[in-house]
C-alpha cells in the first residue's frame, strides 16, 4: 500500500493522491449533474401550484450543489505536508481548487502522532493521526503492517522532538 510519505534531505513530505482518471471522471459526473435540472426549467411555469414549484426548484438546486461539490473534489488539490525541521514549521496545503494556500503550523501547536488500527474487508489497516492543538486530527497514510506505521509514527515524532 502506498502510504504517501517521502523522507528528503529537507525532511519529510507526505502527499496524498487523487489518480487523473478519478479526477476526469468525478468532473464528468459534476458537469452531468447540471444536465439534470434542464427538464424541470423547460417544463415549469408559474401557473402551476405553489408545491410544485418548490419541487422543481429543489430539482434544480440540489442536482446543481451536487454538481459543484463533484466539480471541486475533481479540482482540488489532495492534502500536502512538508515538516521543514530548520524553521520548526509544517507547512499545509489547501484542498479547495482556489488559489493555493499554505498555512505553516508551528511544531508547539502539533501534538505527539499516533496510530489508529481501521479495518476493512481486506484486514486491519494502520494510519497515522497527528493533531494540530484546536483542530481534528489528520489521519495520514495507510499501511498494512503495524511496524511500518510504527517506523514512520517514529520519524514524525522524532522531527517534532516528541519520543
Known sequence: MANGFIETENGLHYEEHISV????????IGVGMFVIPIPFV????WGLPVW????????IVAPSLMG????????GRCLRLRFDSQRRQMLRT?????????APID??????PGILERSSEDGPFYVISLTVRGERPMHLGAFD??????RWRQRIAAQLHYR
Open 68 to 75: 459543484l461539490l463533484c466539480l471541486a473534489i475533481a479540482l
Open 94 to 102: 489547501s484542498r479547495w481548487p482556489l488559489a493555493p494556500r499554505w
Open 145 to 150: 503492517g503495524r511496524e511500518e506505521a510504527e
Open 21 to 28: 482518471p478519478l479526477r476526469i471522471f468525478v468532473g464528468v
Open 107 to 112: 511544531y508547539a501547536k502539533l501534538a505527539s
Open 42 to 45: 423547460q417544463h415549469a411555469h
Open 52 to 59: 410544485q414549484l418548490l419541487l422543481v426548484a429543489l430539482c
